[in-house]
């Protein structure tokens, strides 16, 4: 059998996210492309994917993975599912991978983007894709919160609980904040994110942006493993899952 | 009377343009501006854009102006506005002008702007605002191109003909061709368009960068006052009009 890669960008706007996990009224993207994977092969294929996002939550470069042993050439399957996908799911690469390569469980880490609109009004081209915050932002505030986040910590108070989750370490190896023009990035890299992590803390730095929180109250929230001390969780349509790595 | 400028930004993708022309199924930008404005108002407010933008076209500064007698101030008519608007159109700037200040008789030039995205892969995030083009374009070759088309010429061959439009001649000021990663921007100032000139020209411009014109062929369909030498009427949904200067 083949193992086959695919590189995958959405536009979470309309989906319920990437796995169905409730009964919900929209698609995942998860089926739509199994979906076209079972009209490309005709028959039905299991894909793996390295993790969810959320309910409108985008993807520049989502990873997952599926066996076949049909013979069709990587550009060929990739033109075939793209001529079956929506056009806000887009397969932009597809690589034939070792057998024993698994799109979650090999996952080294991954990189979020969470995108603030900060300008007097809302742009109607920004307004899927991110939060229009329309009060200044104090970024060096933000930045110097930040420090506190990054390495080692129990996030406890940045997630969201469910199920009976124990462990709440994670590594925050990159968490950077860039401003360009009208539009403030924040990109987080971890190796794992407990469920809402990235939309809770980007929550709470607003706050510190805001004036609301001091710099150094992150640290109290960490300490305090209380979600109830942390910032509000942000909208989905900020959120991008911008690269897996392994 | 109060002057009233507004500089406004919309998402053209579901409208059939700036103005209704014949009957369509879906609203003009102008009509959905002008019933918020009389939401805001409590009165029919005719209101005057800077000219035309055709179906599914988009802006980031289209401008316009209507008279009033109301005393609201230009903050409270912004906010008031964009209460009332879809969220594909925003109404970035309210500025009270002098009362000869016309949107459309005043304009000095305009910049509009094409994008092309040169990629492998179309993209979930580009496909409302740009042309999605997988074969490589040879930038040196389109700019070459473009040296030709700068300044003052008859641009018949550049033009879709609708009534007995006789003036032909128009003044291209600024024609620049800006790769961004792989998006390919075509930005281009006049003191005034043709109907669909922009679109043609970067058409045109396109069977220069695939190899299907020598970039010497565009002095020649110039001088030959004929549309059907020149390239094809790319999509409205690449162009964007980005100011309005007076």
Redesign the interface.
Known sequence: MRNIKLTI???GTDYCGWQTQNATRTKSIQQVIEEALSKVFQKKIALIGSGRTDSGV?A?NQTANFKTDSRLSQDRI?SAL?SYLP???????VREVDGDFHARFRVKSKIYRYSILNA??????N?R?SLFIPYPLDLEKMKKAATYLKGRHNFKSFHRAMGKQKNFVRTIKKLEIIQRDEVIFFEIEAEGFLYHMVRIIVGTLLEVGRGRFRPGYVKEILKQKNRNLAGPTLPGRGLCLMEVKY
């Open positions: 960008e959405y536009d985008h520049c990739r793209n056009k806000d799911i887009v397969i932009k690469r007097p009004a809302p742009s109607p081209f307004r894709y």
